[in-house]
């Protein structure tokens, strides 16, 4: 597999496109107006503590307070311990009024606010310290027992046994030299006295260190030995990730490369057409089937459908193909759109034990490469795949778009002939409670002709009750399922 990383610059946005061969696999977007708070370090302070749900609220600048849970608050010295059964009450951990050094793990959501932690984390290239931790931990991607224990033996050689942070070898130290993680371990802890010292001086509910830009920890997170080819259409940015590239990662600085072509760059591989694919509910595949995407707060539901494919053998065969050629699909639709938390997927019935086995094998081949962690749980008896996948920040879906103001992002508003017997009920309530000489009814043109024509019977029974005429009116700007009536 071969990757390539696309970054476009403009003074509102940078957007980042990986192509694993030639295909893309994700879109990361960051806006000036709102950048991502994730990794970003605050001086907080705790301005509620709740103990029955063991979390409290942390003020670290923003409208919506952010939540801590007991879980994510580094222990005070001497309140250790050993059981996962033993749970410290957090007002051991935590005051009200107090102020504390915290880290965002995950972006606010909807109406939630940001996640943080006190157990602060700074990755570099190859390594992520962890100030408040002494233990040594060597990233699962790295599958070799053997580069896993040289590894975790040169990190340990390397730290200061007296006053040792804790640290985790990232995927990116595959095969590297103990130079280069020293090099790692030096700046990461010139670093961390940098902010200790910026912490003492900022104020609470305030920023202490931000992290990098999208762009340079592109070359941070994303760039690895399969990268091929990293371009950029910016020259200020360009000349940054050179920069950052020959100090930190100089193995990689030969291939990144300025674009100058006349095409926008994310018209190379259609990457646009494919983010605007990635907003639609529906997800063609090249069988002829179709899935079907349904994101809403608590999870987000696929389902598959066969479609128009009738397959060259027998049904069973039909429909694991089309579920096989699904597995792939929904893969990469979730890395693309960003999909995470809880994710139900309905494949197609099978009645056959070994399709079903090679169905669930092939999820877990192809979600390998992904680098949000995921837990797949085997089809259930009614053919449906329960998984998690992390989320850690907004989906492509949230980044880019709103809740339609007509149906509130419900997907659904009333049809005409429903807006019509609500105004017919208005009407009626109005003439029992009311005096009035004339009504004037306001409503969408579509509307208004279906009562000029299909309802006018209705229309004039109601005057007749009354004993006042109905006037009828078209308002443009109004959404299709709003009306007014007016008494005159």
Aim: hydrophobic letters at 40%; a negative charge.
């Amino acid at each position: 597999m071969t990757e390539e990383i696309l970054i476009n610059i403009t003074s509102r946005e940078a957007r980042v496109a990986l192509l694993e061969n030639d295909v893309l696999q994700e879109v990361f977007i960051e806006r000036t107006s709102r950048r991502g708070l994730v990794g970003n370090i605050y001086n907080g302070r705790v301005s509620r503590v709740l103990p029955g749900m063991q979390a409290a609220f942390v003020d670290i600048g923003f409208d919506r307070k952010a939540f801590l849970h007991a879980s994510d608050i580094v222990p005070k010295p001497g309140k250790e311990t050993s059981s996962v059964e033993v749970e410290i009450d957090i007002r051991e951990l935590i005051e009200e009024g107090s102020d504390v050094l915290v880290q965002v793990l995950k972006d606010p959501l909807g109406t939630k606010g940001a996640l943080l932690t006190t157990q602060i984390a700074i990755p570099s290239r190859y390594l992520v310290m962890m100030p408040h931790s002494d233990r040594v931990g060597v990233s699962s991607r790295i599958k070799d027992d053997v580069e896993r224990e040289r590894l975790r033996q040169c990190v340990e050689s390397l730290v200061d046994t007296e006053r040792a942070p804790g640290y985790i070898v990232r995927t990116a130290a595959e095969g590297e030299s103990i130079e280069a993680l020293r090099g790692d371990m030096l700046f990461l802890e010139e670093l961390w006295l940098s902010i200790e010292e910026d912490a003492k001086k900022t104020g609470p509910g305030k920023l202490v260190h931000e992290d990098l830009s999208l762009a340079i920890r592109v070359l941070r997170d994303l760039s690895g030995s399969e990268t091929v080819r990293l371009r950029v259409d910016s020259d200020s940015v360009y000349a940054k990730m050179r920069r950052f590239a020959n100090q930190f990662v100089p193995d990689i600085s030969q291939i990144i490369e300025r674009y100058a072509g006349e095409r926008p760059i994310f018209d190379l591989f259609d990457i646009e057409d494919e983010i605007h694919r990635a907003l639609q509910r529906k997800v063609p595949l090249k069988s002829g089937g179709y899935l079907v995407f349904d994101q809403t707060e608590a999870m987000t539901t696929i389902d598959v459908n066969t479609g128009a494919y009738v397959g060259h053998r027998n049904f069973d065969e039909t429909i694991f193909r089309t579920n096989l050629e699904a597995a792939v699909a929904i893969t990469r639709q979730l890395r693309l759109r960003n999909l995470g938390g809880i994710i139900i997927i309905d494949f197609i019935d099978m009645s056959e034990e070994k399709h079903r086995y090679q169905l669930f094998q092939t999820l877990l081949d192809h979600f390998s490469s992904d680098s949000a962690k995921t837990q797949i749980m085997p089809l259930s008896p009614l053919g449906l795949i329960e998984m998690t996948r992390k989320r850690n920040r907004e989906s492509l879906e949230q980044v880019l778009c709103h809740a339609c103001p007509c149906c509130e992002g419900s997907g659904f508003i009333k049809t005409s002939e429903t807006v019509c017997s609500d105004i017919f009920r208005e009407i009626l309530r109005e003439y029992s409670q009311s005096e009035f000489r004339e009504l004037l009814v306001l409503a969408r043109s579509d509307v208004i002709e279906r009562l000029l024509d299909e309802e006018s019977t209705s229309v004039a029974k109601l005057q007749e009750l009354t004993g006042s005429p109905i006037r009828l009116q078209s308002k443009s700007f109004c959404a299709p399922d709003q009306f007014d009536v007016v008494l005159m």
